[in-house]
């Protein structure tokens, strides 16, 4: 079993920045792609960005202003951040997809750290 655990939410003030991380642990022999997806009161869970070992793909809203990237010596997920809004207060979660030391496709879920922006 694969398990996802984030961190490095927390409040910051708009404009402001935060570093999230996922660690991912486990009977894990390769992660194919990761992702942060976020999801605010009231809505649904929405992608922010995904990072594979050949590409990175971000929502408009994250474009210019947050970063993915991964350290797979580490098996973990990062997402710097910058110039946060409001809007983008929400619970974060990690997102992993790969295959298992068995030889078994995974694909598994943190459960989320939460971001709060104050205006």
């Known amino acids: 079993q694969v398990q996802l655990v984030e961190s490095g939410g927390g409040l910051v003030q708009a404009g402001g920045s935060l570093r999230l991380s996922c660690a991912a642990s486990?009977?894990?022999?390769?992660?194919?792609?990761m992702g942060w997806y976020r999801q605010a009161p009231g809505n649904e869970r929405e992608l922010v960005a995904t990072?594979?070992?050949?590409?990175?793909k971000y929502a408009d809203s994250a474009k210019g202003r947050f970063t993915i990237s991964r350290d797979n010596a580490k098996n973990t997920l990062y997402l710097q951040m910058n110039s946060l809004r409001p809007e983008d207060t929400a619970v974060y979660y990690c997102?992993?997809?790969?295959?298992?030391?068995?030889?078994?496709?995974?694909?598994?879920w943190g459960r989320g750290t939460q971001v709060t922006v104050s205006s």
């Open positions: 997102n992993a997809w790969g295959l298992t030391g068995e030889g078994r496709d995974f694909g598994s």
């Open positions: 990072i594979t070992s050949v590409s990175t």
């Open positions: 486990g009977s894990i022999l390769r992660l194919n792609a």
